[in-house]
């Protein structure tokens, strides 16, 4: 049985507002899969282009294989993104609205051992939106600790 793998965006719910999820499969090359099946993957400061009506991840870093050979990937490279038609013509129509961005949020194996790629289109939040979220959160953790308590 394999152990599945789950890479998170941390940053992207604190620093954008989330309109719409999707799963996007990726096309990966030689040894980049098993990087990604020993957690050696990143995709923190990554965001979503389109380039010629096809998806492409960008500045997603997936570390070089420890065992490969002259063969193996390059860390930082664009990598293309695996959706539906439909669901590509709504995003790059949506992305082209001033102010949205399209943000991977998690890197996983799903049950068959494929990466996938959940994404999001995405709406930047102003400095007093997260000053919002930072209280919503502090005052979440207050009454878990009162309710702890009792």
């Known amino acids: 049985m394999q152990k599945t793998i789950n890479i998170l965006n941390k940053r992207a719910k604190f620093d954008y507002e989330i309109i719409d999820r999707y799963t996007a499969g990726i096309v990966l090359t030689g040894t980049e899969i098993k990087s990604i099946r020993l957690g050696k993957a990143s995709i923190a400061e990554s965001f979503c282009e389109f380039h010629n009506n096809e998806l492409f991840v960008i500045n997603s870093t997936i570390e070089e294989y420890l065992f490969g050979t002259h063969y193996n990937h390059r860390a930082k490279s664009e990598r293309k993104l695996l ?20 943000i991977p949020l998690r ?4 049950e068959k051992g494929l990466a996938k790629l959940d994404i999001a289109l995405c709406r930047g939040k102003k400095n007093y939106d997260k ?3 930072m209280k919503e959160r502090d005052t979440k953790r207050d009454l878990d600790r009162i309710k702890k308590s009792y």
């Open 83 to 102: 959706l539906n038609r439909k669901e590509l013509k709504k995003l790059q129509k949506d992305s082209d609205n001033k102010g949205l961005t399209i």
């Open 107 to 110: 890197l996983f194996t799903n």
């Open 131 to 133: 000053r919002e979220t």
